[in-house]
């Protein structure tokens, strides 16, 4: 029998000093041009991008109602002559003379001449073409946006590094870049390893388990703005694994589940090192998530090297190494400045009694209040238990004891919605 | 020239009153099967889903070590004489006798005859069979998670109403559920108006602005689960205007953006009357978004009614009746039990002046903080100002006055992130 080999004295590598091994090796992927179609999002922009044009390109009425010169409606009181319509779209003719009047629609231009817009509301039609006015007298450039208020020609409208919402794309549409640079989705291939998963379509017998962990890593990659691409399972053997990696190692990022803990048959780091891939960390002090294995290769085709990750099996422990170190790495590879884990303080809301000989990532429900948030830990059976989860939206940080921990008392917390 | 009506004197629909006429016009989507692999983030179940096997499906090594019995170790140490080695999808066939122990990796079944796991981090191998364990006295059923400990062959794992989520993804894998019912994502046609407009590809010249509203509300629909289809411009003329209309009825909705404010060419509520769609309501006492229109009108090839929303031209007033009413619909159209919008309480960090004559939704930047949430007002000069609302992540609800809040004060707070 292969010798297990006891785990050595030497302190564990902390979680923050994990993550800071893991940033050395991240750089943003080089923004490339899309069309603005294309383009998702939370894609993140990779270039400052100009206006190529005022807005509003010309001094715009903002409400519906009648273009009008203030100095004849010094009291609020007129009778004005109405010389032109002009709607949104179109260009005014005429330049307004003493006691003259446009009627004009919102967005539209106001005409040579104009001061001041009074809202249809205040106004009454007097035969066709003269217009009562009853109002406070109008201020200078009332309901008028100046042409450029909103932004010039030449301005920055987006900086790099901007992450598109809804907002950005219209302004994106608004100056007209209809290709856009953006910093690619990273593709990540996931590779679900052991002898005892089946497909989730597979009916498990005996000591077999269907894979959860490749829909959720699936899923995670999604939701993180990364291309999965599924590679299936790997069975717990060299020469079979060996090739599923390499085909893996074509991507930004490959993940791996299982295999990587000191059992005998957890073969994953044996097989990397074979494929190329030089190990940073393999163990870090945390629960769950423990065994966790960083590595990085020369990615083929060149560029960035492939970061591997090689993830423990159980389903929870994925979700939390998944938070902890492959979202910021995703975030990083996609432009994003501020990668995160972001965590925040809430409040304990109940006594809690906990021991564990590492800081532990525990399942937990994080709520707002008017005072903040609060959080209490949600009842967890182990690291496989995923259904536990169902409940739980966050995961608070335990630290290390056998402790009571009091209501009332701040802990740090990782929201997972 | 066709008579401006000025408004009427009777007050208007409140936006609770508007939202409440809304939702009696929305039921969910019926669940359609689809495959786990479609399914994505935000998908609804449409029904209860239930286990079909017991999870862990045996009892289960939570670690790395050795399957004993605690009888032989009441002092915690002892020499064992190894008879197996079970690796995870591996069925033991020795049963552990008197002074026995079989190697055990975490996740394999445990063999009969054991009652605990010792970590093989409190072990030594002596030779190639035999095992000294230096640990405390083990406790009955230690490191072992008993068959069905996290589910139960028949148990309801996921609710219906239940939001996908990665954790979710997972479950529904070990469950083998590869066929999901799903609330389907609603289909929204979108629709622009205005004969100002241009596409974001051409040049505007002279009084035309790029249509910003188009890609913006693709954008909203896709982040808030729906399936954009953008239907182009639709020119200001009721024979051009009312195909696409047509078109835009055969979604679960049509969102509609320009022409409903009371300006002349404002034709949309007549070209939707005459497309059969029935009016609920046109204006709510909001700001920005006053103009908008609200009508259901049946949908060719039966199901739901089409619901139908003209929004203003502006848009800021967009982005606003998109979060105060359309968002709402979608989510209730996908399953969401809580279909929002969710306004939070946040306070305001610096005291604000405003004047204004409706409740005004006001572009916002809302930052958490140790005490909750705070809220200040981000500099806004109009409504169709996009561009300051790239600072701006909330809108903040502003009551109708001449007013000076003062720091401190708690606002009801929407945000857009």
Chains 1, 2 share one sequence.
């Not at 299982?258 to 002090?285: I, M, N, Q, T, W």
């Not at 590595?295 to 422990?317: C, E, K, Q």
Request: net charge positive; hydrophobic share 40%; glycine share 10%.
């Amino acid at each position: 029998m292969t010798e297990i080999v006891p785990a050595k004295s030497t302190p564990l590598l902390t979680v923050a000093g994990a993550q800071a091994i893991v940033r050395q090796h991240v750089r943003p992927l080089c923004p490339e041009p899309i069309t603005l179609t294309s383009a998702v999002l939370s894609h993140v922009l990779g270039a400052d991008v100009l206006s190529d044009l005022d807005m509003p390109p010309y001094h715009k009425s903002m409400m519906d109602g009648y273009a009008v010169r203030c100095a004849d409606l010094s009291t609020g009181k007129g009778r004005l002559q109405i010389v032109e319509e002009i709607t949104a779209g179109q260009t005014p003719k005429k330049t307004l003379e003493k006691g003259q009047a446009s009627r004009i629609m919102t967005g539209a231009p106001i005409p040579a001449g104009c001061d001041a817009v009074v809202v249809v509301e205040r106004t009454t039609l007097d035969g066709e073409s003269w217009v009562r006015i009853a109002d406070r007298p109008p201020k200078l450039g009332q309901n008028i946006l100046p042409q450029g208020a909103e932004m010039r020609s030449g301005d920055v409208v987006l900086k790099a590094g901007t992450i598109l919402r809804p907002k950005e794309f219209g302004i994106l549409a608004t100056v007209g870049k209809t290709t856009v640079p953006i910093h690619p989705s990273p593709r990540v291939a996931i590779l679900s390893t052991g002898d005892e998963l089946v497909e989730p379509k597979e009916r498990p017998d005996g000591a077999q388990i269907r894979n959860s962990n490749g829909a959720m890593l699936v899923a995670l990659v999604s939701g993180a703005g990364g291309q999965p691409r599924y590679l299936g399972i790997g069975r717990d053997e060299a020469a079979r694994l060996k090739p599923l990696v390499c085909d893996g190692l074509k991507s930004h990022v490959l993940l791996l589940s299982g295999g990587v803990s000191a059992g005998k048959l957890d073969l994953v780091p044996g097989v990397l090192r074979e494929a190329g891939v030089a190990a940073h960390f393999h163990k870090v002090e945390m629960k769950p998530g423990k065994p966790i294995f960083f590595g990085t290769a020369i990615r083929l085709g060149g560029g960035t090297p492939t970061l591997v990750f090689g993830l423990p099996g159980n389903p929870v422990s994925v979700l939390v190494c998944f938070e902890l170190f492959v979202r910021p790495v995703l975030q990083r590879l996609r432009g994003c400045v501020d990668a995160g884990p972001h965590f925040i303080s809430a409040i304990l809301s109940a006594d809690f009694s906990y021991r564990t000989d590492r800081p532990t990532y525990h399942p937990a429900r994080l709520e707002a209040s008017s005072t903040g948030w609060k959080v209490r830990p949600v009842p967890w059976i182990g690291s496989a238990d995923l259904r536990a989860l169902t409940e739980a939206n966050a995961l608070m940080l335990v630290p290390a004891g056998d402790l009571r921990h009091r209501a009332g008392r701040t802990f740090e917390v990782l929201s997972l919605d």
